[in-house]
């Protein structure tokens, strides 16, 4: 069964074309992740402002073990974030 994240991000207008060039060139770490299986990050088009990235993992403990590797914190570090919230939320699929 997979687990999927979707972290849903508050970006000033003025930050949009920054969150998504940098989520273009972004490492891709989380790509050779185990457990990995899907990323995608989604732009606003109606009933929000907010971009949503979406993650799909083989399990929660593959997750949480991304959560805790130094490939996430070098992947999330240093720069000023471009979002100025961030809300998370875990589903599994049935």
Not at 2 to 30: C, D, H, I, K, M
Not at 51 to 80: C, I, M, N, P
Request: charged letters at 20%; proline letters at 4%.
């Amino acid at each position: 069964m997979s687990y999927v994240v979707v972290n849903s991000l508050t970006v000033p207008a003025e930050q949009a074309a920054t969150l998504e060039q940098r989520f273009a060139a972004r490492a891709g770490a989380v790509d050779q992740a185990p457990g990995f299986e899907h990323f995608e990050l989604l732009r606003p088009v109606s009933g929000t402002e907010d971009y949503l990235v979406y993650t799909r993992w083989d399990s929660v403990e593959s997750y949480r073990a991304w959560l805790d590797s130094r490939d996430f914190a070098a992947g999330h570090g240093g720069q000023k974030p471009a979002a100025t919230g961030s809300v998370i939320w875990e589903f599994e699929v049935v």
